[in-house]
T-cell receptor
Framework: DGGITQSPKYLFRKEGQNVTLSCEQN?????MYWYRQDPGQGLRLIYY???????QKGDIAEGYSVSREKKESFPLTVTSAQKNPTAFYLC?????????????????FGAGTRLSVL | LAKTTQPISMDSYEGQEVNITCSHN???????ITWYQQFPSQGPRFIIQ???TKVKNEVASLFIPADRKSSTLSLPRVSLSDTAVYYC?????????FGAGTRLTVKP
């Protein structure tokens, strides 16, 4: 089945530890995104990538890092610099239209990873 | 970035039609308007997208006036399972932002 797979579903981080959240898609989508959602709040954009080997900071990139070495994969590392990492993390992907000004950019989401601090 | 404004919450009853309006005064010429639905502990799911006038699919309708400064998501005959948060987004690629959304509660 085509879709977006996030793993693990639950993750616990110790003080001072870096952790990496996995996001894989087999939809052949160009763009991928990482969002953070706190309880009762909307989604906030952490990073996004429109093509392989390129990514841009979103609104809350501090304390996070990403890589985009393959089209299918967009892992997110929550570093020790992120002092309040407890949240629900969502990965999404969308199909780019390649050079056209008008892009529909419908995002498809994974099931999410819930990160907690021990 | 095109900013959107939606009501924080709405209540409805089963079988009623629900209309959720989103304001986006600084929408750009090339921006589409996209609505998503989110259930607790799940990722948002695409509902409908439009550019102007009216769009309809099997689950919802989207009404966009000529000036495109607002849009209205219409859910016909809601059921308890439509209880969720609904987000309105405008923009393109990395310019799109999820706001706080509208929490719709459908009551028996």
């Amino acid at each position: 089945d085509g879709g977006i797979t996030q793993s693990p579903k639950y993750l616990f981080r110790k003080e001072g530890q870096n952790v990496t959240l996995s996001c894989e898609q087999n939809l052949n989508h160009d763009a991928m995104y990482w969002y953070r959602q706190d309880p009762g709040q909307g989604l906030r954009l952490i990073y996004y990538s429109q093509i392989v080997n390129d990514f841009q900071k979103g609104d809350i990139a501090e304390g996070y890092s990403v890589s985009r070495e393959k089209k299918e994969s967009f892992p997110l590392t929550v570093t020790s610099a992120q002092k309040n990492p407890t949240a629900f993390y969502l990965c999404a992907s969308s199909l780019e239209t390649g050079g056209k000004k008008i892009a529909k950019n419908i995002q498809y989401f994974g099931a999410g990873t819930r990160l907690s601090v021990l | 970035l095109a900013k959107t404004t939606q009501p924080i919450s709405m209540d409805s009853y089963e079988g009623q039609e629900v209309n959720i309006t989103c304001s986006h005064n600084n929408i750009a010429t090339n921006d589409y308007i996209t609505w998503y639905q989110q259930f607790p502990s799940q990722g948002p799911r695409f509902i409908i997208q439009g550019y102007k006038t009216k769009v309809k699919n099997e689950v919802a309708s989207l009404f966009i006036p000529a000036d495109r400064k607002s849009s209205t998501l219409s859910l016909p005959r809601v059921s308890l399972s439509d209880t969720a948060v609904y987000y309105c987004l405008v923009g393109d690629r990395g310019d799109m932002r999820f706001g706080a959304g509208t929490r719709l509660t459908v009551k028996p």
